[in-house]
Protein backbone atom coordinates (compact mmCIF):
# COMPACT_ATOMS: atom_id res chain seq x y z
CA UNK A 1 0.00 0.00 0.00
CA UNK A 2 1.81 2.94 -1.19
CA UNK A 3 -0.41 5.64 0.21
CA UNK A 4 0.43 4.96 3.61
CA UNK A 5 2.43 6.17 5.41
CA UNK A 6 4.02 6.01 9.36
CA UNK A 7 5.51 8.72 11.39
CA UNK A 8 6.30 8.28 14.77
CA UNK A 9 4.81 10.85 17.11
CA UNK A 10 6.80 12.81 19.14
CA UNK A 11 5.38 11.82 23.01
CA UNK A 12 6.45 14.25 25.68
CA UNK A 13 6.25 12.49 29.25
CA UNK A 14 6.30 14.37 32.26
CA UNK A 15 7.09 13.26 35.70
CA UNK A 16 6.93 15.21 38.78
CA UNK A 17 8.72 14.21 42.21
CA UNK A 18 7.32 15.91 44.73
CA UNK A 19 9.67 16.96 47.61
CA UNK A 20 7.47 19.49 49.78
CA UNK A 21 7.19 17.39 53.11
CA UNK A 22 11.21 17.12 53.64
CA UNK A 23 11.86 20.46 51.87
CA UNK A 24 9.59 22.30 54.28
CA UNK A 25 11.44 20.74 57.26
CA UNK A 26 14.28 22.01 55.62
CA UNK A 27 15.88 18.11 55.06
CA UNK A 28 16.56 17.87 51.39
CA UNK A 29 17.14 20.84 49.30
CA UNK A 30 15.24 20.32 46.10
CA UNK A 31 17.50 22.51 43.84
CA UNK A 32 20.27 20.14 44.97
CA UNK A 33 18.59 17.36 44.12
CA UNK A 34 17.69 18.34 40.75
CA UNK A 35 21.46 18.99 39.98
CA UNK A 36 22.10 15.32 41.27
CA UNK A 37 19.52 14.08 38.56
CA UNK A 38 21.04 16.55 35.84
CA UNK A 39 24.47 14.39 36.66
CA UNK A 40 22.99 11.17 37.12
CA UNK A 41 20.45 10.48 34.55
CA UNK A 42 21.47 8.17 31.49
CA UNK A 43 20.44 8.69 27.81
CA UNK A 44 21.99 6.18 25.46
CA UNK A 45 23.91 4.77 27.76
CA UNK A 46 25.57 7.64 29.40
CA UNK A 47 25.20 10.22 31.99
CA UNK A 48 25.51 13.86 31.09
CA UNK A 49 23.79 13.26 27.67
CA UNK A 50 20.84 15.13 28.43
CA UNK A 51 20.79 17.39 25.44
CA UNK A 52 17.72 18.70 24.70
CA UNK A 53 15.34 15.08 24.71
CA UNK A 54 15.17 15.53 28.72
CA UNK A 55 14.81 18.72 30.55
CA UNK A 56 15.04 19.04 34.33
CA UNK A 57 13.19 21.76 35.78
CA UNK A 58 12.30 22.86 39.80
CA UNK A 59 9.07 24.77 40.36
CA UNK A 60 9.21 25.45 44.14
CA UNK A 61 9.26 22.28 46.23
CA UNK A 62 8.74 19.93 43.29
CA UNK A 63 11.32 18.81 40.10
CA UNK A 64 9.71 18.05 36.83
CA UNK A 65 11.09 16.00 33.90
CA UNK A 66 10.50 16.67 30.59
CA UNK A 67 11.11 13.69 28.11
CA UNK A 68 10.64 13.32 24.50
CA UNK A 69 12.48 10.11 24.34
CA UNK A 70 10.85 6.72 26.01
CA UNK A 71 11.82 7.26 29.62
CA UNK A 72 10.83 4.99 32.51
CA UNK A 73 9.38 6.45 35.65
CA UNK A 74 10.80 3.61 37.40
CA UNK A 75 14.34 4.99 36.52
CA UNK A 76 13.37 8.30 38.87
CA UNK A 77 12.51 6.30 41.61
CA UNK A 78 15.74 4.07 41.40
CA UNK A 79 17.53 7.47 40.99
CA UNK A 80 15.48 8.98 44.10
CA UNK A 81 16.37 6.19 46.23
CA UNK A 82 19.64 6.22 45.45
CA UNK A 83 19.69 10.01 46.76
CA UNK A 84 18.40 9.33 49.29
CA UNK A 85 21.24 6.63 50.17
CA UNK A 86 23.93 9.02 49.57
CA UNK A 87 22.73 11.77 51.86
CA UNK A 88 21.41 9.22 55.13
CA UNK A 89 17.78 10.13 54.23
CA UNK A 90 16.57 6.53 53.34
CA UNK A 91 15.55 5.69 57.00
CA UNK A 92 13.31 8.73 57.16
CA UNK A 93 11.93 9.05 53.93
CA UNK A 94 10.08 7.03 51.05
CA UNK A 95 9.13 6.95 47.62
CA UNK A 96 5.41 6.89 46.73
CA UNK A 97 3.43 6.99 43.61
CA UNK A 98 0.85 9.65 44.14
CA UNK A 99 -0.40 9.89 40.53
CA UNK A 100 0.52 8.09 37.15
CA UNK A 101 2.87 10.53 36.15
CA UNK A 102 4.00 12.01 40.38
CA UNK A 103 6.14 10.70 43.03
CA UNK A 104 6.14 11.68 46.44
CA UNK A 105 8.63 11.86 48.97
CA UNK A 106 6.85 11.17 52.59
CA UNK A 107 8.07 10.37 55.90
CA UNK A 108 7.46 6.91 57.41
CA UNK A 109 4.55 6.36 59.15
CA UNK A 110 5.95 5.35 62.51
CA UNK A 111 3.00 4.28 65.74
CA UNK A 112 3.51 5.91 68.48
CA UNK A 113 1.53 3.61 70.93
CA UNK A 114 3.39 3.89 74.28
CA UNK A 115 0.53 3.41 76.00
CA UNK A 116 -0.18 0.09 74.78
CA UNK A 117 3.64 -1.21 75.48
CA UNK A 118 3.62 -0.03 79.20
CA UNK A 119 0.61 -2.23 79.61
Not at 2 to 8: N, Q, R, Y
Amino acid sequence: MPGKSKKAKKVQKKFVLDCTHPAEDKILDPSEFATYLNEKIKVGGKTGNLGTNVIIQKEGFKVNILSDIPFSKRYLKYLTKKYLKKQNLRDWLRVVASSPSTYELRYFQINQDDDEAED
